[in-house]
């Protein structure tokens, strides 16, 4: 990864990535900052590890004085440091809602809130990877952007090479979301539909990589994963700054591999260990959320086992449909550290977590929301969660993506004729 010390246009210092090598999920085998996403010793995933007293360097009032989004926290991140070099929509900053009547309607006395990131640019968290993976990317001289996705990933892709000018090739399976199509297809760049499940796509992308066809092609969660999955890292950070600089007690969140679980988590401890934050007094509680027809890694732990069932996706939810997550062990581990649990929820609780979270806060979320919400409800009803804890949820995408979802729940309340005496035989008029 390129480090710059030179002065960019603004005539600010530029420093230099914190990053300092790939390093094993698995064995703890170092590796260089490149193109590799899997361990040559024992084939786990590797990770960005940075230096530690680069990132004790950063405080926040360097934060605070940065853009506003999320390369306020390029000090925290493998790449970006220099504005020049970034491909990005400049996503980030996204609303932090306030949620007393979803509260009130669960039997939750503590703050609730609500992590929007359906606010960004393409209207999904996938922006804030998507923005670090292919800044990476560039940095490493590919010249072409890719991706394997269930929909929102390729949103990104596309616009974020539209963006930059670069061309884009991006897999999706057939049977995906008619919106996520055409939000996707909009851009410009390839758009493969595979007659397949994601996991059949995901093989797929893993393949070509190898080839020598898309030898100068960056997949950004194959061959640059590690740098993707860094970006997840910023919706911590932010959700600790827009609270006055601390880490709720509780968080729940949406799984597909389970990488954005993790790396939450992760955001959280880096920001304890650079004295940024103190962590709560008796520590921050993970939770996890899966819908019923993709839920390997909740069954994995309600079965008290680190054996991960590889499953056929069903259901609503295509945009948690991983039947095989890569960071399923992860999420486990993070879950069971910090006393949280793991639920997940049928198609009809994920159509009224939508619902619900909409007529209480006036957020519409797309399926992976709706299971958020689903799965938060059951948190409480079984006790696992704590009412009187604050607790943050978080809401990956918008709901127009997903709108097939509640279209035949939701519509007109009324149908009246345009007069006056037919507002009022409907009961209008009080």
Known sequence: MTSIIDEPATGAPVSASPARALVCRGCGAEYPLAAQHACYECFGPLEVAYDAAA?????????????????????????????ATRVTLDPGLTPLVSAPNLAAALGIRAPLWVKDDSANPTHSFKDRVVSVALTAARDLGFTRFACASTGNLAN????????????????IPADLEPGKVVTTAVYGGELVAIDGSYDDVNRLCSELVETDEFEDTA???????????????????????????????????????????????????????????????????VFGAQSAGCNPIAVALHGETDTITPVKPTGIAKSLN????????????????????????????????????????????ETAGGVTVAVLRKLVESGKLDPDAETVVFNTGEGL????????QVGPTHRVKPSLRSVREAGLLG
């Open 55 to 83: 990132l004790a360097r950063v405080t926040r009032a360097e934060i605070e004085a940065g853009p506003q989004n999320l390369w306020r926290y390029a000090a925290l991140l493998p790449a970006g440091q220099d504005p």
């Open 156 to 171: 990104s892709v596309a616009a974020h090479a539209a963006r930059a000018g670069v061309p884009s090739i991006v897999f």
């Open 219 to 285: 997949f950004v969660n194959v061959n640059v994963r590690p740098f993707y999955a860094e970006g997840s890292k910023t919706l911590g950070y932010e959700v600790a700054e827009q609270l006055g600089w601390r880490i709720p007690e509780q968080v729940v969140i949406p799984m597909a591999s389970g990488e954005l679980l993790t790396k939450v988590d992760k955001a959280f401890s880096e920001l304890v260990e650079i004295g940024l934050v103190e962590a709560p007094a008796n520590g921050w509680r």
């Open 322 to 365: 991983i039947g095989d997550p890569a960071a399923g062990l992860y999420a486990l581990e993070a879950v069971r550290r910090t006393g949280g649990w793991m639920d997940y929820a049928s198609d009809d609780e994920i159509r009224e977590g939508i619902r619900l979270l909409a007529r209480t806060t006036g957020v519409f979320a």
């Open 401 to 408: 993506k997903t709108i097939d979802a509640v279209a035949q």
